[in-house]
């Protein structure tokens, strides 16, 4: 391990994942925990818990904490101001986190993070115009203009998941007032859905075989399946990166990106969900961005958000040194 | 007049309008000729046709002339690299006119140019974020973040007119490969092609009049008729607002802007448009970022491309005499 250590945590809709990253990103312990979605308190109990075992487990001294949060983040209080599928808003999360773990403690968009990870070392590395999308729970996003994240006018910006690609399309989930956005359609959330009824629609596929043995058909059953090669679970996956790439090519239209970057637990179906994906860029965006744009997973997977909360923590410590000083 | 004269030329799908204007943005002799779409040489002798109406009808001499182009431009050479509803792709624009006309030329996205006039001078004067639609035959789009035009890795940025609101919905215009982009749904030719269908279905009314009496159902004579009461024709302006709406919320989610100005010749439809649209944004947009943008008709009206192409022309100058000084 290197000299310094921090512990990155992810906090999703689903899972909270903490784990102990050295200076070069190498991950040692990771310890998960459900997210409770529907109680303030044990949402933050989950997590301490997860940061207490991470910490407990790390074999040098752990020196900040980092947190990547599906929230809009009022930086300047480290408070988280929205939540779409957590009940984090409005309370102090960073003071909070910090008394109760008693170190430094850095708060930030999810999404933003993972893309901080990838930009910096990852497979956005050097672009200076990007865009995430993190596929979990919920679809989160991040913007890359001219080489830094994009805010907008007051650090809402960056809801990719909640872009309409079809306006007659089903209600979104938890705080979302919309319907037909990407999240509706293309999060681990719809994979699941669409999995169930592809399903109870072909008992004799393994994917309906698993449904009849009473198991969940989650977006992790129906990725083993389709890299199994049973062809209902496959076709689910490319309903879901054909979803996933109609989003795709707005953003390539809107905004002219060099590179999306696709990351969340969703992305280890890896091609089954890119190819499709990028077959309807081609079909639908305009030369040349489309010719331009490359549409890649993350390199860190699923911990992008993990990888970033921890570089956003050492480069926090860095930034506190620096101030410290010039005092 | 103030005391430098330039022109300014909006060229859109279908309509090129000339106007000589001042340093205090006044405008005076317009001029206005026909987009004839299918003929490069007739776009372009079409085009000098205009400029060289409005130069003679101009009191003063003519300085520059800024062209508002709805296209991609490579700005090193001034050459528009694609072109959704005219052929003007791949020609030397900048060069060709400048020739023509025996004047410095300056050439911009005719939806940038809009912005900049907004901006600069109107509706969304002083923001540092903001977005803009432009609503003729086409939808342009214009991006501006941290006070600056946003134009993407290579440019391309700002096709916000090709953004997919419905995945399943009509196909696009022109060169566009997509379907169910804001373009299809609810540009100038959508509010034509919608006020057919309400005519052909409502005789009764005086949409439905005006089509049994030979008349040509288009976007200016909906306006009019709604405007006056018809209640069918204010019908399909909801529609189409109601649809841009759609739109508007996707820019609010992704980039959290300040204002979205709405320009472009159907915007004559003033708030028939932009009420039912800002009703929809109410209803699906997040806050905070819901509650924040105002959304707003440009100062400019339909003339704000044409004024942001004699601004360019002036910013154009300026930096020419400058370059001048220094050399």
Redesign the interface.
């Known amino acids: 391990m290197g000299e310094r250590t921090v512990i990155g945590v992810d906090i999703g809709g689903t899972k909270i994942i903490a784990g102990v990253v050295d200076e070069r990103l190498e991950v040692g312990h990771r310890a998960a925990r459900a997210a409770p979605s529907h109680s303030q308190v044990a949402a933050l109990e989950a997590i301490v818990d997860a940061v207490s075992e991470a910490r407990a487990a790390s074999p040098d001294p752990v020196q900040a904490v980092g947190f990547g949060i599906p929230s809009?983040i009022d930086q300047t209080r480290g408070v988280p101001?929205?939540s779409?599928n957590l009940q984090l808003a409005g309370i102090p999360f960073a003071a909070l986190m910090s008394e109760r773990l008693g170190l430094p403690v850095f708060v930030d968009n999810d999404a933003n993070l993972a893309l901080l990870a990838e930009q910096r070392h990852g497979a956005a590395r050097g672009a200076?115009?990007a865009a995430m999308l993190t596929i979990g729970t919920g679809i989160g996003?991040g913007?890359l203009?001219n080489g830094e994240v994009?805010?907008?006018?007051?650090?809402?910006?960056?809801?990719?998941g909640?872009?309409?690609?079809?306006?007659?399309g089903p209600p979104c989930q938890g705080n979302?007032?919309?319907?037909g956005?990407l999240e509706s359609l293309a999060s681990g959330t719809a994979l699941a859905r669409e999995g169930l009824w592809a399903a109870e629609a072909t008992p004799d596929s393994a994917l309906g075989a698993a449904l009849l043995q009473g198991e969940e058909i989650t977006g992790a059953l129906i990725t083993e399946l389709a890299l199994g090669g049973d062809r209902p679970a496959g076709e689910v996956l490319a309903l879901i990166g054909t979803?996933l790439g109609?989003g795709i090519?707005?953003l390539v239209?809107?905004?002219?990106?060099?590179v999306v970057v696709i990351g969340g637990g969703v992305i280890a179906a890896g091609e089954l969900l890119l190819a499709p994906a990028r077959a309807e860029v081609a079909?639908?965006?305009?030369?040349?961005?489309r010719d331009?744009v490359r549409i890649v997973a993350a390199s860190f997977g699923p911990e992008a958000g993990m990888i970033g909360a921890a570089l956003h923590a050492f480069e926090g410590i860095d930034a506190a040194a620096t101030a410290g000083r010039r005092a």
Chains 1, 2 share one sequence.
């Open positions: 809009l101001v929205t779409i200076q115009h996003g913007l203009f994009y805010r907008g006018a007051i650090g809402a910006a960056g809801e990719l909640h872009m309409v690609i079809d306006q007659n979302c007032p919309n319907h956005c979803r109609v090519s707005n239209n809107m905004l002219n990106p060099e079909s639908r965006a305009l030369a040349p961005s331009l």
